[in-house]
């Protein structure tokens, strides 16, 4: 198997992404072009046992995906509008497929991806803040905070694990998670940009590997220039009881489950600090699943008089081995809430029954260019037994360089403390892990 070579790859890197280019605008009307391109090339020199892979050596695959179609809206004289979106996406998986097992490198689709309407009143209801009331249905994104329980649905996964009766391919792009709307959504939310606002929401997936889940909730929050300050309730209303099969994905019998969180995010009113934190307790009611709690918090400083204007964060997060991680995803930037790309993405363990240290670096040395280094250390995991405990080091750059072409490279590093001998995700071996991976962006 040859080896890809970071450095020699990145000239191979082709995407692009445009964001509602408008095509008409007249009278209060917009029609719009939505084009999302992106491609991605990887490789591992390790490979872990947690999906379908059963033989070391590394892995060298790569995904992408383009996600096109239209949006527009309409605004009436009295200042509400009605707005919608329809989008197909194409994605595909090729090479070895990912080093977890996820995907075989042989996925191909077509899907339908956004499909949705809504209305916001505008000023109609001042009390509540411009566009204070909005209604919205269909295939749709949707998200909470930033993401540490719901951030779309946006587990991948490829053909590497059907059989028996079982279908979880959606087309691969496992890490670019090329597919993110829920199958069907109905949200309201109530109030403007700042002090007291609401969501209530009902969403169900179509997403094999998620059961096809279906939850509702509603999540508050009270808005404020010193941060922000949340409560979210999410109960579980039904699930395929086929894929919820503990001996299938042990993670998605949720029928019945109750989820509640507390969090905060922001600066307490002090320039530069950065806070942030999340205590969530979960019931998951009649199921043979534990109950469980997570929460982490999270402090940072950016020395913005320093040259490169450095940040440094501290994170310590904590999963009960009954704690369901939902539909967790990508949201502020590297290791949120995949922590470690690695651990996260293939090796486990995967937010839930782990105690996480966590460390990140990040400076500015142009504007166009960010670097960062992110470690983080995995203990208490697999009931206790340290299975899955490990280290994790990644090295990243997002470079903007020129403004048609944006490239973000890492490397990253991964040591288990155990091997699949002993329990442990790496096949045959406890030795430090080297990956790469490059994402390249071309926005018009």
């Not at 402090?299 to 501290?314: E, Q």
């Not at 991964?414 to 080297?434: F, H, R």
Request: a negative charge.
């Amino acid at each position: 198997m040859t080896k890809t070579i970071l450095a020699a790859t990145i000239a191979t890197l082709m995407s692009a992404q445009v964001s509602a280019y408008t095509l008409h605008s007249e009278g209060g009307t917009e029609l719009n072009l939505d084009i999302e391109a992106v491609f991605g090339v990887f490789t591992s020199k390790e490979n872990y046992g947690l999906g379908a892979k059963t033989e070391g050596g590394g892995s060298d695959w790569q995904e992408g995906y383009i996600k096109y179609g239209f949006s527009g809206s309409h605004a009436y004289p009295s200042g509400a509008s009605v707005y919608g979106g329809l989008n197909l996406v194409s994605s595909g998986t090729w090479g070895d497929g990912d080093a977890g097992g996820f995907t075989s490198g042989d996925e191909s689709d077509t899907d339908l991806e956004d499909a949705y309407v809504g209305w916001r009143s505008g000023s109609l209801m001042s009390a509540l803040g411009d566009d204070g009331l909005e209604f919205s249905f269909g295939r749709q994104n949707f998200s909470i905070g930033d993401g540490f329980l719901i951030n779309g649905d946006a587990l991948n996964l490829g053909d590497a694990l059907n059989g028996g009766g079982y279908d979880f391919d959606r087309g691969g792009a496992y890490w670019l998670a090329a597919r993110k709307a829920f199958d069907r959504t109905a949200i309201v939310r109530i109030g403007g940009a700042e002090g007291l606002r609401a969501d209530l929401f009902w969403i169900e997936s179509d997403n094999p590997a998620q059961a096809m889940t279906e939850l509702a909730g509603i999540n508050a929050e009270y808005v404020m220039p010193e941060g922000t300050f949340g409560v979210a309730y999410i109960e579980g209303l039904d699930v395929n009881e086929k894929y919820a099969d503990p001996n299938v994905m042990a993670l998605t019998h949720r029928d019945g489950q109750q989820t509640l969180s507390l969090r905060y995010q922001g600066n307490a009113g002090v320039e530069n600090l950065f806070l942030s934190g999340e205590f969530v307790t979960q019931d998951q009611g009649d199921n043979t699943r534990k109950d469980g709690d997570a929460w982490y918090m999270e402090a940072g400083w950016t020395f913005a008089d320093m040259p490169w204007s450095p940040s440094v964060n501290y994170r310590y997060a904590t999963f009960d081995e009954g704690f369901d991680p939902l539909f967790f995803g990508f949201n502020r930037g590297y290791g949120t809430w995949f922590q470690g790309e690695v651990a996260a993405n293939y090796a486990g363990p995967f937010n839930s029954d782990t105690d996480v240290h966590h460390i990140g670096v990040k400076a500015n040395p142009t504007e166009m260019l960010t670097i960062g280094a992110l470690f983080f250390d995995f203990n208490d995991t697999a009931g206790g037994s340290g299975a899955l405990d490990g280290q994790e080091l990644d090295l990243y750059a997002e470079w903007v360089v020129t403004p048609n072409l944006i490239i973000s490279p890492l490397i990253g590093f991964y040591t288990p403390d155990n091997s699949s001998v002993n329990g442990g995700s790496q096949i045959g071996t406890d030795d430090t892990n080297v990956y790469g991976q490059v994402i390249a962006i071309v926005p018009f």
